[in-house]
T-cell receptor, first 114, second 110 residues
Framework: DAMVIQNPRYQVTQFGKPVTLSCSQT?????MYWYQQKSSQAPKLLFH???????NEADTPDNFQSRRPNTSFCFLDIRSPGLGDAAMYLC?????????????FGPGTRLTVL | QKEVEQNSGPLSVPEGAIASLNCTYS??????FFWYRQYSGKSPELIMS????GDKEDGRFTAQLNKASQYVSLLIRDSQPSDSATYLC??????????FGSGTKLNVKP
């Protein structure tokens, strides 16, 4: 089945130790998104790619970086995680320009910062 | 700043009742609207999308959109305990940027 996959599902890191979260998709969608969601809060858009065009939200901290080496994969790099970065990180995909512009979410990665 | 507002709840309804969830949004250029269900610790799961004014029905779920008043709602008929979750409203502004409300927590009591 076509889907959005995130690895790992749970990630524990130490304060200040870089961490990379990965997302892959078999939907062949041209847009990929990264969201941060903290408990009882709305998913917060960090950035998105339209193909290889990177779009950063104005309030996304510089500590967060992303890479999209090809259509299928997208990575979220947190260069120096702080305690406030503990959250669920959600990857999603969609098709730009389609009338069916639904987003499809992966299962998420729960990040714990010790 | 794009605003999507939802009552955080919790909204409690008895099993078999109709649950009504509401959402308002700030930007009139919004093009499409979505309801997601999110169980605790899980990722959002799409329930309904709606693009035009009026009602859209899918099984026990009905989405209602009123662009003039800038609100979208979700009705769940014959609510079941398995419907207990947080319901997120999402709005698609230009160029496939989606903004989410913080969700309404629904409790369906057996």
């Amino acid at each position: 089945d076509a889907m959005v996959i995130q690895n790992p599902r749970y990630q524990v890191t130490q304060f200040g130790k870089p961490v990379t979260l990965s997302c892959s998709q078999t939907l062949n969608h041209n847009v990929m998104y990264w969201y941060q969601q903290k408990s009882s809060q709305a998913p917060k858009l960090l950035f998105h790619y339209y193909d290889k065009d990177f779009n950063n939200e104005a309030d996304t901290p510089d500590n967060f970086q992303s890479r999209r080496p090809n259509t299928s994969f997208c990575f979220l790099d947190i260069r120096s995680p702080g305690l406030g970065d503990a959250a669920m990180y959600l990857c999603a995909t969609s098709i730009l320009g389609s009338t069916a512009d639904t987003q499809y979410f992966g299962p998420g990665t729960r990040l714990t910062v010790l | 700043q794009k605003e999507v507002e939802q009552n955080s709840g919790p909204l409690s309804v008895p099993e078999g009742a109709i649950a009504s969830l509401n959402c308002t949004y700030s930007d009139r250029v919004s093009q499409s609207f979505f309801w997601y269900r999110q169980y605790s610790g899980k990722s959002p799961e799409l329930i309904m999308s709606i693009y035009s004014n009026g009602d859209k029905e899918d099984g026990r779920f009905t989405a209602q959109l009123n662009k003039a008043s800038q609100y979208v709602s979700l009705l769940i008929r014959d609510s079941q305990p398995s419907d207990s979750a947080t319901y997120l409203c999402a709005v698609n502004y230009n160029f496939n940027k989606f903004y989410f409300g913080s969700g309404t927590k629904l409790n369906v009591k057996p």
